[in-house]
């Protein structure tokens, strides 16, 4: 089931990787514990359907995520799946030393563009948390695992509204001088737009040409799956997702669900873009997440089907009068 139509749009990338963040983004805002066997499992299941990069969990403190308690435990459960990439979210050195011991594929760490949400996020400014992160930059190059950075609130902050680009660029510049590559533009609580979207992602590319982007949204207005298409229009390849909807910050007011992965899998597939993912056992691994969480997920396509999917006219009354 990994065919796709024939491209509509020849300014599209050709394939897409998905990040899949469902088990770290997803459910570190989940109350109910969820035993490492189930997120294990959820994993492997992701895995099968044809998903090959992760971020998996995160060494964080137990106390401010303490669903994400047993991050070594899970990747000890799933070991070293051949051509699977496990990175794991890390705030401090604390958490990079945890990261290494439990030999996680990468790293990847992450400062907000805007001063408040950084003091909430991560209790320090965001000079204080740069800091940090350099430390933990050279500690991994030291063990040789890879670090991605990322940008929390690069779309809009909660507290403080519009995020000014340069914010954004200050602190991939940091980034950069550290050495990563590899940046991910979050949109913490669902406020990018088609238009902040080209805007950012154009102000990266002639900023830094040689840093790679990827794109991450939430659809806490509606708008998740129109900021892929803008960040596809601009070349973005990379997207993160969450499986079934899952999602929501816990450290930012009315930061909902992220994009669903078997929805932009289906946008995709529609647009002729290759991911290298069966939906149809995508959608059988999103149902069983709903199951397990207890609740229903916004997740559409695992309910209505891909387009072309039909039904017996037997199965469905005919109208009367």
């Known amino acids: 089931m990994t065919t796709t139509p024939r491209p509509y749009c020849e300014d599209f990338p050709r394939r897409v990787q998905i990040v899949e963040v469902g088990t770290r983004d997803g459910f570190q805002a989940v109350e109910g514990w969820i035993p490492t066997a189930t997120k294990a499992g959820i994993l492997k299941g992701l895995i099968t359907a044809g998903l090959r990069h992760f971020e998996a969990t995160s060494f964080v403190s137990p106390r401010a995520v303490p669903q994400l308690r047993d991050g070594a435990a899970l990747l000890a459960e799933l070991g070293a799946p051949k051509g699977v990439m496990l990175s794991a979210l890390v705030p401090n050195l604390r958490g990079a030393e945890a990261a290494i011991a439990a ?39 030291g063990a040789g695992v890879p670090v991605q950075g990322a940008i929390a609130t690069a779309f809009g902050c909660p507290f403080e509204g519009d995020v000014p680009v340069a914010a954004v660029l200050e602190i991939a510049r940091a980034y950069h001088a550290m050495g990563i590559r590899r940046l991910t ?47 596809l229009e601009a070349g973005v390849w990379i997207y993160e997702s969450s499986v079934a909807g899952l999602g929501g910050c816990p450290f930012a007011p009315g930061a909902t669900g992220n994009i669903c992965t078997e929805d932009l899998v289906y946008l995709l597939h529609e647009c002729g873009v290759e991911t290298g993912v069966d939906l149809e056992a995508l959608c059988a691994v999103a149902r069983e997440v709903e199951r397990v969480i207890g609740r229903p997920l916004p997740g559409q396509v695992m309910k209505a089907g891909p387009r072309l999917q039909t039904a017996d006219m037997d199965s469905v009354r005919t109208a009367c009068g």
């Open 185 to 231: 533009l979050g949109d913490t609580t669902g406020m990018a737009t088609p238009p902040l979207v080209r805007e950012r992602v154009q102000a990266l590319d002639a900023a830094l040409p040689d840093m790679e982007i990827a794109l991450h949204f939430h659809n806490t207005r509606g708008v998740g799956l129109a900021n892929v298409m803008a960040g």
């Open 103 to 141: 030999g996680v594929g990468a790293m990847v760490v992450f400062v907000s563009a805007s001063e408040s949400h950084n003091l909430k996020n991560l209790n320090r400014s965001r000079a204080e948390s740069l800091a940090a992160l350099a430390e933990v930059r050279t500690r991994a190059a």
